[in-house]
């Protein structure tokens, strides 16, 4: 089991990449056996940012292969004007089409305000689509008020949502 969770914040190690990590580590621990390990990582795109406009940078490449090769990608973005970020959109950018194909893609948004939470469903989840992505899951939007239970929002966004991912991602779906 490959898993991979993609942070477009454009600040390193943000609020967005430890929810990023507890979306992975919660996902990780629902779809391994006992006495399995899943392969994870965590890339954060700010690390990248220059590299991400120059087309066919080797490091971008091995990060865009290391999504292309997973079982789950984890897409993760703040909300910036009621939508993604344009770091995250220039990584995607890079993907062939259709590079998602047969993969589970889990979009994954933070707000300041319950006013944009729409924002996963109307734009992140549409643009995972288009490359070929299975989204089996409603879209996670986090509140930045919500933080402090952090735990608790994503254990009950995965308790309703396990069921079409283990399917998804063992083959009884998709």
Not at 73 to 80: E, K, W
Not at 111 to 138: F, I
């Amino acid at each position: 089991m490959k898993i991979t969770a993609i942070v477009g914040n454009p600040k390193s190690r943000s609020k967005t990449y430890a929810i990023a990590g507890e979306v992975l580590k919660r996902i990780s621990e629902g779809l391994t056996s006992e006495g399995e390990t899943a392969d994870e990582a965590i890339v954060d795109l700010a690390d990248f940012a220059p590299s991400l406009l120059e087309w066919g940078n080797a490091e971008v490449i091995r990060q865009l292969e290391r999504v292309t090769s997973s079982d789950v990608v984890i897409f993760a973005s703040p909300t910036y004007k009621a939508t993604y970020t344009g770091l995250l959109k220039l990584f995607i950018d890079q993907l062939p089409q259709q590079a998602l194909a047969n993969i589970a893609a889990i979009p994954v948004m933070v707000g300041g305000s319950p006013h944009h939470s729409l924002a996963v469903e109307a734009y992140l989840r549409p643009l995972l689509v288009e490359t070929g992505a299975v989204c089996p899951t409603r879209g996670l939007y986090v509140l930045d008020s919500q933080i402090d239970v952090l735990p608790a929002v994503i254990g009950d966004w995965y308790e309703t949502s396990a069921l079409a991912l283990r399917n998804v991602v063992h083959g009884k779906g998709a």
